[in-house]
């Protein structure tokens, strides 16, 4: 149904002089030229004019072209067709995959009132030693991800995607905003490699598409996310690479459209952007969706006000650090900076909280002895120094894991650690149980078996 013409246009706005009233914030308009289709998603509405901002390239068009209206906004698949597929924003796959029967939703419908949201939901135990007991998830929980390239970070989310599959049967999302899409092959053979790939859906808004389609790739994402959730009751884990992504690409929106920017050149409707995407992300009673969303900080500065809109989000962060990675030590988590609200006596237990407090200790000591031993000796230690220094290293060492998704690569069978072990294990290292071992012995092991 035409519903209008354009009457101006630019490479980040139309207006529309409408035909009809019956056009609102967030439907889908397009207009067609030499057989293509060019979608735009309406930004305002005034009076009889609408704004309306592209989601593919303008090139080519020109006032006085027919407007037309696409039912039911954007939409992608919502069924158990979207495991073991690749969609963009705009929910066409684009792994070659056909979806003979497709049945679709909106990516603005939001299904949770307050009264379905479980704030109250199981921990989500991931197998993973050093996740498990410096950062345990809680379901619903968000989490921030630091770290740069080369430091793990795939194998992470695999392994991640790996244990909550065979822990909990639930399925997990991968969101690519902004992503390259020389890193975006690479994951998918990467996941089809490892069998990874019938488990999880993939969503990207690649770095070389306009910041309409990087920035609806969260929404498109998390529709993906809530029907494992809601419609199958599933402990859903969502990746998001990168939420900063998400913000910028907002602001390249903003800036487009001639708004006035606020601090660092920051959209206005920062934070009612961010307010939006993580507030789907939460518990029921039969469901939850888990995120995991890698953070950029830009120029390092951690005060950035777009980094702390995130920050105030998370209920945790997991930081993966080089010079921890360039010891060979997997996942290179650095426990100073890796946190979680659940480590208190009252999430977790007294016990598993105490340990926690002691394995910090251990390690902020060894960090000071290191630079003694390293000019005087180990010698001029004492007898608890000299203990604390041997125990930290094997901690250290025990923090290391083999992977399910690396046995290819290291010919370690990966292990699935219970928490139980691993408080066993912590507490035997530190208090001296273990120090006729070796600290060789607790490189890349499950449990300690003696």
Same mark, same amino acid.
């Given at each position: 149904?035409?519903?209008?013409?354009?009457?101006?246009?630019?490479?980040?706005?139309?207006?529309?002089?409408?035909?009809?009233?019956?056009?609102?914030?967030?439907?889908?308009?397009?207009?067609?030229?030499?057989?293509?289709?060019?979608?735009?998603?309406?930004?305002?509405?005034?009076?009889?004019?609408?704004?309306?901002?592209?989601?593919?390239?303008?090139?080519?068009?020109?006032?006085?072209?027919?407007?037309?209206?696409?039912?039911?906004?954007?939409?992608?698949?919502?069924?158990?067709?979207?495991?073991?597929?690749?969609?963009?924003?705009?929910?066409?796959?684009?792994?070659?995959?056909?979806?003979?029967?497709?049945?679709?939703?909106?990516?603005?419908?939001?299904?949770?009132?307050?009264?379905?949201?479980?704030?109250?939901?199981?921990?989500?135990?991931?197998?993973?030693?050093?996740?498990?007991?410096?950062?345990?998830?809680?379901?619903?929980?968000?989490?921030?991800?630091?770290?740069?390239?080369?430091?793990?970070?795939?194998?992470?989310?695999?392994?991640?995607?790996?244990?909550?599959?065979?822990?909990?049967?639930?399925?997990?999302?991968?969101?690519?905003?902004?992503?390259?899409?020389?890193?975006?092959?690479?994951?998918?053979?990467?996941?089809?490699?490892?069998?990874?790939?019938?488990?999880?859906?993939?969503?990207?808004?690649?770095?070389?598409?306009?910041?309409?389609?990087?920035?609806?790739?969260?929404?498109?994402?998390?529709?993906?996310?809530?029907?494992?959730?809601?419609?199958?009751?599933?402990?859903?884990?969502?990746?998001?690479?990168?939420?900063?992504?998400?913000?910028?690409?907002?602001?390249?929106?903003?800036?487009?459209?001639?708004?006035?920017?606020?601090?660092?050149?920051?959209? +206005? $409707?920062? *934070?009612?952007?961010?307010?939006? =995407?993580? &507030? %789907?992300?939460? !518990?029921?009673?039969?469901?939850? #969706?888990?995120?995991?969303?890698?953070?950029?900080?830009?120029?390092?500065?951690?005060?950035?006000?777009?980094?702390?809109?995130?920050?105030?989000?998370?209920?945790?962060?997991?930081?993966?650090?080089?010079?921890?990675?360039?010891?060979?030590?997997?996942?290179?988590?650095?426990?100073?900076?890796? +946190? $979680?609200? *659940?480590?208190?006596?009252?999430? =977790?237990? &007294? %016990?598993?909280? !105490?340990?926690?407090?002691?394995? #910090?200790?251990?390690?902020?000591?060894?960090?000071?002895?290191?630079?003694?031993?390293?000019?005087?000796?180990?010698?001029?230690?004492?007898?608890?120094?000299?203990?604390?220094?041997?125990?930290?290293?094997?901690?250290?060492?025990?923090?290391?894991?083999?992977?399910?998704?690396?046995?290819?690569? +290291?010919?370690?069978?990966?292990?699935?650690?219970?928490?139980?072990?691993?408080?066993?294990?912590?507490?035997?290292?530190?208090?001296?149980?273990?120090?006729?071992?070796?600290?060789?012995?607790?490189?890349?092991?499950?449990?300690?078996?003696?």
């Amino acid at each position: 149904m035409i519903i209008g013409k354009v009457i101006t246009i630019s490479n980040m706005s139309v207006s529309v002089l409408l035909d009809t009233y019956d056009v609102g914030v967030r439907d889908i308009v397009y207009v067609e030229q030499d057989g293509q289709r060019t979608l735009f998603e309406v930004n305002n509405v005034s009076g009889n004019v609408a704004n309306a901002i592209p989601l593919t390239n303008v090139y080519g068009l020109r006032k006085g072209l027919d407007v037309y209206s696409q039912k039911g906004g954007l939409r992608i698949e919502y069924s158990s067709e979207v495991l073991g597929k690749v969609f963009d924003t705009l929910g066409n796959t684009i792994d070659g995959s056909v979806i003979e029967r497709p049945h679709t939703k909106n990516i603005y419908e939001k299904n949770l009132s307050m009264a379905e949201i479980n704030i109250k939901g199981d921990i989500l135990w991931t197998g993973i030693k050093v996740i498990d007991f410096f950062a345990p998830l809680q379901k619903g929980f968000k989490m921030g991800m630091f770290g740069g390239a080369g430091v793990g970070k795939t194998v992470l989310v695999k392994e991640l995607i790996n244990n909550v599959y065979t822990g909990q049967g639930s399925n997990s999302v991968f969101i690519g905003i902004g992503e390259r899409s020389r890193e975006g092959r690479e994951l998918y053979d990467e996941m089809q490699k490892s069998q990874l790939l019938d488990k999880m859906s993939v969503v990207f808004g690649q770095m070389g598409e306009n910041p309409m389609i990087r920035s609806r790739a969260a929404y498109s994402g998390l529709t993906v996310g809530e029907f494992l959730r809601d419609e199958q009751d599933q402990d859903v884990l969502i990746f998001i690479d990168n939420i900063y992504r998400f913000l910028q690409a907002n602001s390249e929106i903003s800036a487009e459209l001639g708004n006035m920017p606020i601090e660092s050149g920051y959209s +206005t $409707s920062l *934070l009612t952007e961010i307010n939006e =995407v993580m &507030e %789907r992300i939460n !518990s029921t009673e039969n469901g939850s #969706i888990t995120s995991f969303q890698a953070i950029f900080i830009p120029a390092d500065d951690m005060t950035d006000f777009a980094v702390n809109s995130i920050l105030s989000h998370m209920d945790g962060q997991v930081a993966l650090s080089r010079k921890i990675s360039e010891k060979g030590i997997y996942p290179a988590v650095d426990v100073f900076n890796t +946190t $979680s609200k *659940l480590v208190t006596a009252e999430g =977790v237990g &007294e %016990r598993h909280y !105490s340990l926690v407090e002691r394995a #910090i200790a251990h390690f902020a000591r060894y960090d000071e002895l290191e630079e003694i031993v390293a000019v005087l000796g180990i010698d001029e230690l004492g007898e608890e120094d000299t203990n604390t220094f041997y125990r930290a290293r094997k901690l250290r060492n025990y923090f290391t894991q083999p992977m399910f998704v690396s046995e290819q690569y +290291t010919g370690i069978p990966g292990e699935f650690v219970k928490i139980e072990a691993v408080l066993n294990d912590v507490e035997n290292i530190m208090s001296g149980a273990f120090d006729t071992l070796d600290e060789n012995e607790f490189y890349y092991i499950g449990s300690v078996k003696r």
